[in-house]
């Protein structure tokens, strides 16, 4: 059976998803998430400036500005036309600005989703309730990013909007597995199914436990680059090493490619025709993943390389999802 209009709509805002949190990546690393300081306009216009001069400062609203800058332990007072002036950079600007304008296709693909899940109803209600449930993630994310904004990039915000594009990737992964009179599974002999989920779901867990201790990793590279701004990213490994937080997460990557070998040992030996894509893509991921995670703590931070440790670890988690649901039990409803 080919793939459904449906699925083909819900694989749509998947990918429109996963290009966002690579482009949401390119923002942080650059450190072009404050280029546009207000929301939904940017430097007040619809489509942002090329250069400071075509800026009405006058229609800016300075006093969120100086509020903003309150909570990030700055003078409000130090916020004038002036210091904005000296703050504009025509890079960071329409960096963030594209960062913007790619939420649009996961907007309309989400909205799409829930509109044809209306027909998904009477057969699959948790693949209707899934779309909803994704619709009102993407509408509360995009408020998020409204906080990130005027939050001056506080941290706990910044987590909340991962771990809410986290849980987006799951609802819309089941969305485009389910939307479908027969889902796609897996074939295990030797009754092992059981045993194969139970591991692949442990993945699932210490994959997303170490996303949300690398968004809280990625806070704190934030903070270095403010505080060392002509200092070299290779000495803010001395600094990460003094964080329970960045100790935990480099030690829990070994968890994670544990769990992947298991798994994927599991489906050599037990999966019908041994391990196809899915358990490939994962595995192969998992380990560059490593090799990054490695290069970043021995060798250099280079930006590149966060940016594809982020991009990359939405994508391995997208690709877990799937292979967990192709290992649900026959009797589960769709």
Request: proline share 4%.
């Amino acid at each position: 059976m080919g793939v459904t209009r449906f699925q083909k709509l819900a694989i749509a805002a998947l990918v429109s998803v996963l290009f966002l949190m690579f482009v949401g990546a390119i923002v942080r690393v650059t450190g072009a998430g404050m280029g546009c300081p207000d929301w939904p306009t940017c430097w007040g216009c619809l489509i942002p400036p090329t250069k400071v001069e075509d800026v009405n400062f006058s229609k800016l609203p300075i006093e969120r500005f100086k509020k903003k800058a309150e909570r990030m332990g700055r003078d409000p007072e130090s916020i004038t036309v002036e210091s904005l002036k000296k703050e504009f950079n025509a890079q960071y600007v329409w960096t963030e600005y594209f960062n913007r304008l790619s939420s649009m296709p996961v907007g309309f693909f989400s909205l799409a989703t829930f509109i044809a899940a209306f027909w998904q109803r009477g057969k699959r209600p948790l693949v209707f309730w899934l779309a909803f449930s994704s619709l009102f993630v993407v509408l509360l994310n995009a408020w998020m990013g409204a906080m990130v904004v005027y939050s001056g990039l506080k941290p706990g915000v910044l987590t909340t909007h991962l771990a809410l594009a986290m849980s987006l990737l799951g609802m819309l992964m089941y969305c485009s597995w389910a939307g479908t009179d027969r889902p796609w599974k897996i074939s295990v002999s030797h009754g092992k199914i059981g045993l194969l989920r139970g591991v692949v779901t442990g993945l699932l867990v210490v994959t997303v436990v170490e996303g949300i201790l690398g968004s809280q990793i990625r806070e704190m590279t934030d903070e270095l680059a403010k505080a060392h701004l002509n200092s070299p990213r290779s000495t803010w490994i001395q600094e990460l090493e003094q964080s329970w937080v960045y100790l935990i997460h480099r030690s829990f990557s070994w968890a994670v490619l544990l769990f992947t070998l298991w798994g994927w040992k599991l489906s050599r030996k037990f999966r019908v025709g041994g391990p196809t894509a899915i358990e490939k893509t994962v595995l192969g991921i998992v380990i560059a993943q490593m090799v990054l995670g490695l290069t970043m703590a021995q060798i250099h931070i280079y930006a590149w390389v966060q940016v594809l440790h982020v991009g990359l670890a939405a994508v391995v988690l997208a690709f877990i999802w799937l292979w967990r649901f192709g290992l649900s039990p026959d009797k589960a409803k769709h």
